[in-house]
């Protein structure tokens, strides 16, 4: 088997955010075997059935096919009012569309996130999760990775600097490689 093919993307726009600099700790502390290709959700549109069936979107585009050419996806989500920031929910919208051919059907996911408070991304990953039954995703059950006080984890230029964490970062990319490896290549 080769390597998987893990594409991450972060549900926060912000250069500087913790949601980013933990995608890109995870991208560097990604056991052998597995590669993580990181794509920006910048460029992608607000839903919108009108524009939907005018055409798709070439952002949109790109982020469905780079979906369905990865084993795997990797999600790491800020928590915005105790829930799911609108920029990540709007792109797992976009690619539950249309639902009987959905990029990310049937696609193992792996959920992280970083947040300065006490409780991580509890609530924002849970919503997640439900949005994952609509497109019958396979959503890592454990471990959770739930960076709390992420203001204290990470140095001015947003590398990861809490040894604990880094650990934990590893044993959870080993627990998804095993994940993504129980749905097989794609």
């Known amino acids: 088997m080769g390597d998987l093919?893990?594409?991450?993307?972060?549900?926060?726009?912000?250069?500087?955010?913790?949601?980013?600099?933990?995608?890109?700790?995870?991208?560097?502390?990604?056991p052998d075997g597995m590669i993580?290709?990181?794509?920006?959700?910048?460029?992608?549109?607000?839903?919108?059935?009108?524009?939907?069936?005018?055409?798709?979107?070439?952002?949109v585009a790109r982020l469905?096919?780079?979906?369905?050419?990865?084993?795997?996806?990797?999600?790491?989500?800020?928590?915005?009012?105790?829930?799911?920031?609108?920029?990540?929910?709007?792109?797992v919208d976009w690619c539950s569309r249309p639902p009987q051919d959905a990029a990310l059907a049937r696609k193992p996911v792996g959920l992280m996130g970083a947040s300065p408070g006490s409780t991580g991304?509890?609530?924002?990953q849970s919503q997640l999760r439900q949005s994952f039954e609509f497109t019958s995703s396979y959503a890592m059950p454990q471990p959770e990775f739930l960076m709390a006080r992420a203001n204290e984890k990470f140095d001015a230029e947003g590398k990861l600097t809490d040894e604990p964490t880094?650990?934990?970062?590893?044993?959870?990319?080993?627990?998804?490689?095993?994940?993504?490896?129980?749905?097989?290549?794609?």
């Open 64 to 91: 469905r096919q780079e979906i369905r050419s990865a084993d795997g996806i990797l999600m790491v989500t800020p928590e915005y009012n105790h829930g799911v920031p609108g920029v990540l929910k709007n792109a």
């Open 5 to 30: 093919r893990i594409l991450g993307f972060a549900g926060s726009l912000r250069r500087a955010s913790y949601n980013r600099a933990l995608l890109r700790a995870a991208r560097e502390q990604a």
């Open 121 to 124: 991304t509890a609530r924002a």
């Open 166 to 186: 880094r650990l934990f970062l590893q044993r959870f990319l080993r627990a998804f490689a095993d994940w993504v490896r129980l749905f097989g290549p794609r």
């Open 36 to 59: 993580i290709t990181i794509f920006d959700l910048i460029d992608i549109p607000l839903y919108n059935g009108d524009a939907e069936a005018s055409g798709e979107p070439p952002a």
